[in-house]
């Protein structure tokens, strides 16, 4: 099972990224997708997640900011970040799961806000 996420780098504030996860070795539309980020010191946290039905749960900061999205014909998820502000800064991470016990995760990419 792999996760491949890209898309992060550096942007000033107020700007965008769109992150992606490339997904493989898996039923991709049976999982549910989610992204989470963890700054330095502290715990990581969910930022956005998909079922595998669409629906859509996104932590409070992030509402209005950040639009989470699936392609299951590409076997992808996407992250769309915009308004950006420094405190966003953190390693962003993306990980599949089917149910309580069956996780995959990426092995992150970097988001850097300057203000």
């Known amino acids: 099972v792999q996760l491949q996420a890209s898309g992060g780098g550096l942007v000033q504030a107020a700007g965008s990224l769109r992150l992606s996860c490339a997904v493989s070795?898996?039923?991709?539309?049976?999982?549910?997708m989610g992204w989470y980020r963890q700054a330095p010191g502290k715990q990581r946290e969910l930022v956005a997640g998909?079922?595998?039905?669409?629906?859509?749960t996104y932590a409070e900061s992030m509402k209005g900011r950040f639009t989470i999205s699936r392609d299951n014909a590409k076997n992808t998820a996407h992250l769309q970040m915009d308004t950006l502000k420094p405190e966003d800064t953190a390693v962003y991470y993306c990980?599949?799961?089917?149910?309580?016990?069956?996780?995959?995760w990426g092995q992150g990419t970097q988001v850097t806000v300057s203000s």
């Open positions: 990980r599949a799961a089917l149910g309580a016990r069956t996780k995959y």
């Open positions: 070795g898996i039923i991709f539309s049976m999982f549910d």
């Open positions: 998909i079922t595998s039905g669409f629906i859509t």
